[in-house]
Every structure is written in structure tokens, then in C-alpha cells.
């Protein structure tokens, strides 16, 4: 599968292609403003993609839906744990603005709410560790087992060396000579925000609570670098990832529409946030 490309428009970081079928705006320099939200619409319609999708300042999100992005999803605290963040979309298409699955996507959200409000008690298991260029290989194989297809090359060893070379931290469960479960955290040490993102567990191992010990771990890791708001965008259909965050004190903050496409379809995701307290 061909990935989309991560390139620049002006000063401002973006991804696009067809895999996603988007314009995404990944990171924002305020010195491209508004310029920049002329630029992906120019993009995507030369390209012919279906959808704009923009991460910005919530004090930024004006000059967008003036050119009629509208704001999914809101994370307080997401910059230095004082601005908030939006997520802003605009549809090139209808079609992509209406989720194939709104009754079940309304049903996720209503457990998770409902889980959250039982005490979990830590399960026992094999110990977290964080995750080096040595286990670059069984941690791609471990994605090439879970995902048939994904939003980003995690299944190429390479990759993941160059991602844990920045602002990547993965983290994993080890069983035998592989990996039975694993997940990462990439910062961003700017905002001092933290994406909990890339969870796969080998099938044996779910419902086990290795995803929550993973999490806690994670929130563990960057709280240490001065992480101060965590933050998930999890598939809006999976009742499993859901309850992961609710469970562990996440806020639900939005859902983004036929967002991201995983196992070669477009999934709606959901934005989950979290203030981490200092130590």
C-alpha cells in the first residue's frame, strides 16, 4: 500500500494523499495565516480528495470556519496545558460528512461513559518496557499481524527507527521472542501535548487490560519530559479502545467524520483528552 505524503505548504506541516483521501494540516505556523486555508482547498481539489482536515489553535479556528471548516472535536489545555486545540473539517464531498455507522458509533461512546464508572483493578501481567532500534523488527511484524492496512508505514522497521529517533516513544509487552502488545506516544514538545496512538494486541492478549496497562505507563513516560495533556484519536467503532481512555480518565471531546482510513476502509475517529497532573 502506498502511503500518503507528509510535506509542506509554506511554513506549515501537512499530509496528503490518496490513502486517506485528505488534506490534513498537521502542524500550523501562524505566519502562513489565512493563506494556508486557500492553499489546502486548492490541494485537495487539484487532487481530487474528498476531504480537509485541519489541527489548529482554538484562537485560529475563526479564519477557518470562515472558509467552511467546521470544528469536530476541541481539547483544552492542549497547548502548554493553557490553549485549547480544535480539529476542523471541511467536506469536498457530501457523502464523507455523514458516518456509515452513526447508531453504533452513539452506542460506544454510551458504554464507554457507563464502564467508566467502575472501579478497574490493575490486572496482573508481563511488564511494560520502552521499546529501542533492537525491537524495531518484531514491533513492525507485530503491526503487520494486527493491522491490514494503516494510516502510516508502522509495519516498515525503518520507519519506526526514525520515529523513535523524534519524538516517539513506543512501549510494548513482551512474549517470547515478539511482542504481544504495543503502543506509542508521540510529543509534541512545543505544546507539550502527547498522542497516545498505535495500540495492537495480538489476539491472545486482548481483553486483558494490556492496553490500559500500556497507557498508564505512557502517561507514566511523558508526564516525565513535561507532557502536560494527553491526548486519542481512536476509532469511533471499537468499544474496546473507547473504554480504554474513559475507563482511565479521559474526557470525550469529538468525533471526526470518515476521518482516517484503517483495514481499507474510512473509519470516524474519536478525540479523547487527559490533564496530566505535574509530579
Given at each position: 500500500m502506498r502511503h500518503d505524503s507528509v510535506t509542506r505548504l509554506g511554513?506549515?506541516?501537512?499530509q496528503h494523499g490518496p490513502a486517506n483521501d485528505r488534506v490534513y494540516l498537521m502542524k500550523l505556523d501562524r505566519d502562513d495565516l489565512p493563506g494556508?486555508?486557500?492553499?489546502?482547498?486548492?490541494?485537495?481539489?487539484?487532487?481530487?480528495?474528498?476531504?480537509?482536515?485541519?489541527k489548529v489553535p482554538a484562537d485560529a479556528a475563526d479564519q477557518f470556519a470562515r472558509r467552511g471548516f467546521v470544528n469536530e472535536a476541541r481539547v483544552p489545555g492542549m497547548r502548554r496545558g493553557e490553549g485549547s486545540a480544535c480539529f476542523m473539517s471541511r467536506y469536498l464531498a457530501r457523502k464523507r460528512a455523514v458516518p456509515a455507522d452513526p447508531e453504533r458509533i452513539a452506542d460506544v461512546l454510551?458504554?464507554?461513559?457507563?464502564?467508566?464508572?467502575?472501579?478497574?483493578v490493575a490486572a496482573p501481567g508481563p511488564a511494560v518496557i520502552r521499546l529501542g532500534h533492537e525491537h524495531a523488527q518484531a514491533l513492525a511484524a507485530?503491526?503487520?499481524?494486527?493491522?491490514?492496512?494503516?494510516?502510516?508505514?508502522?509495519?516498515?522497521?525503518?520507519?519506526?527507527?526514525?520515529?523513535?529517533?523524534?519524538?516517539?516513544?513506543?512501549?510494548?509487552?513482551?512474549?517470547?521472542?515478539?511482542?504481544?502488545?504495543?503502543?506509542?506516544?508521540?510529543?509534541?514538545?512545543?505544546?507539550?501535548?502527547a498522542?497516545?496512538?498505535?495500540?495492537?494486541?495480538?489476539?491472545?492478549?486482548?481483553?486483558k487490560g494490556?492496553?490500559?496497562?500500556?497507557?498508564?505507563?505512557?502517561?507514566d513516560a511523558v508526564r516525565d519530559r513535561g507532557i502536560r495533556t494527553a491526548y486519542t484519536i481512536a476509532r469511533a467503532a471499537s468499544y474496546g479502545m473507547n473504554t480504554v481512555f474513559a475507563r482511565?480518565?479521559?474526557?470525550?471531546?469529538?468525533?471526526?467524520h470518515n476521518n482516517t482510513q484503517i483495514a481499507g476502509r474510512l473509519e470516524s475517529m474519536n478525540v479523547w483528552h487527559r490533564r496530566l497532573a505535574a509530579r
Open positions: 511554513n506549515s506541516l501537512v494556508i486555508v486557500d492553499a489546502m482547498h486548492e490541494l485537495g481539489r487539484e487532487q481530487g480528495y474528498t476531504k480537509l482536515f485541519a454510551d458504554v464507554a461513559e457507563r464502564k467508566s464508572r467502575k472501579p478497574v507485530l503491526y503487520g499481524a494486527v493491522f491490514e492496512t494503516y494510516p502510516f508505514p508502522i509495519t516498515d522497521p525503518g520507519y519506526l527507527r526514525e520515529s523513535m529517533d523524534s519524538d516517539v516513544a513506543f512501549f510494548g509487552i513482551p512474549a517470547g521472542d515478539g511482542l504481544a502488545a504495543a503502543a506509542s506516544a508521540e510529543m509534541d514538545m512545543n505544546w507539550k501535548c498522542e497516545m496512538t498505535d495500540f495492537a494486541t495480538l489476539p491472545a492478549l486482548r481483553g494490556a492496553a490500559g496497562r500500556l497507557l498508564a505507563h505512557m502517561e482511565a480518565g479521559y474526557r470525550y471531546g469529538g468525533t471526526l
